[in-house]
């Protein structure tokens, strides 16, 4: 079954596939490399233990349904605060000519977004759901809504804590025999020279 949104979890959400595409879908999985926890030594180490105990692995989850090293619970939470009475919305009101179809009754609201799994998160930039966070520390401190207490007590580390848990999230590598990643915009100006 589908995960349910916290802001309406009594509301019914249909799974997405059936036995057969599921077994499918994980043979699939089983093919591809796996990412990896690379050592990242003391600091590292020492990074893994500040992860857990402000609170990162509450919805990071490192090891999940038998998946070792996943860092998610796949579980929809809001990650903005919400818009203050009178204010408005920072994105803005849609365009008058965009006609959006209702949105169903059992999808997630526009707020709410899916705990990313962390695996490879070393070699995944931008992050955030819009790649706004440049670096890890900018989508650490992206958090708000649900998250917010937990960037709050990142900031309250020391310099040397908050630097270890980065130490660490950059241990989180996508499997050594990983196609590398193109940059579309890089490709197409090679291409013309």
Known sequence: PQAKPFTAGDRPAEPDLDRAQVRQLVAFVKTLPRPIEADGG?????GKERFKSIGCAACHVPDLGGVRGVYSDFLLYVMDDPTPAGGSDPYGPAPPQ????????????????????????????????????????????????????????????????????????????????????????????????
């Open 42 to 46: 003391a600091a590292a180490a020492h």
């Open 98 to 193: 965009l006609k959006l179809p209702p949105r169903p009754d059992d999808g997630a609201e526009p707020n709410e977004w899916k705990t990313p799994a962390l695996w490879g998160v070393a070699d995944s930039a931008p992050y955030w759901h819009d790649g706004s966070a440049a670096t890890l520390k900018d989508a650490i401190l992206r958090h708000r809504g649900m998250g917010k207490s937990v960037t709050e007590r990142f900031k309250a580390l020391s310099a040397t804590d908050q630097a270890a848990v980065i130490a660490f999230l950059n241990t989180l590598k996508a499997p050594p025999d990983a196609y590398p990643l193109r940059n579309p915009a890089v490709t197409r100006l090679t291409a013309r020279r």
